[in-house]
């Protein structure tokens, strides 16, 4: 996770497709309430591209390790605010599936988001 972080903050097109499995795919929940994907993102190039353009329109977000419903995750805080949580699947060392949810009203547990976890 602290790889994928890095690769992320730093808007490294190429590292973050390093670390994703060819076939992987992301899914995410905005509730209706917020923006996000409406269907899975699917292929890392893809993935990868999507991510980078979240960090062009939101670069004030802090990205917090975290454990997400056991296993490898991150936190995405705006002004202290969880505004994303995202768990991830790994095999082989690469990323096959990432599942983000941005609805605020299941967010709510994650309000404080405290330290981060490196």
Do not use: C, S
């Amino acid at each position: 996770m602290r790889d994928f972080r890095q690769a992320w903050e730093a808007q490294d097109i190429q590292a973050l497709i390093a670390l994703l499995d060819p076939a992987a795919i992301m899914i995410a929940d905005g509730g209706g309430q917020v923006g996000t994907v409406l269907k899975p993102v699917e292929g890392r190039e893809q993935i990868a591209r999507y991510l980078i353009g979240i960090g062009k329109i939101a670069p004030d977000l802090t990205i917090l390790a975290r454990t997400v419903n056991g296993r490898p995750g991150l936190v995405a805080t705006y002004d202290g605010v969880a505004v994303t949580v995202a768990a991830f699947e790994v095999e082989n060392d690469r990323i096959t599936r990432i599942w983000a949810v941005r609805n605020p009203d299941k967010l709510k547990p994650w309000r404080t988001a405290g330290q981060d976890q490196d």
